[in-house]
């Protein structure tokens, strides 16, 4: 399963740390971001289980960004 999201994260060491708060909180999410899409993409793929696309927009927004899942 891969979900994606819509993101105003643009720089890459705050791409970092969210992507390591990303992996501790969801161990069986493999996550990336594509910071040079105009959407600033965050990618993110499970093998084992369903994705939570809340779970992570409030995880982004704790840490002040906003996430709003792209349609497919």
């Known amino acids: 399963m891969v979900e994606v999201f819509r993101t105003n994260v643009k720089a890459r060491r705050h791409a970092r740390?969210?992507?390591a708060r990303i992996h501790?909180?969801?161990r069986n999410y493999r996550a990336n971001f594509d910071l040079e899409d105009c959407d600033q993409i965050l990618r993110v793929?499970?093998?084992c289980e369903h994705i939570h696309p809340?779970?992570?927009i409030q995880l982004l927004q704790e840490a002040g960004f906003q996430a709003e899942v792209?349609?497919?």
């Open 70 to 72: 792209l349609p497919d």
């Open 45 to 47: 793929e499970s093998q």
């Open 24 to 26: 501790e909180n969801f």
């Open 17 to 19: 740390l969210l992507l």
């Open 54 to 56: 809340n779970g992570l």
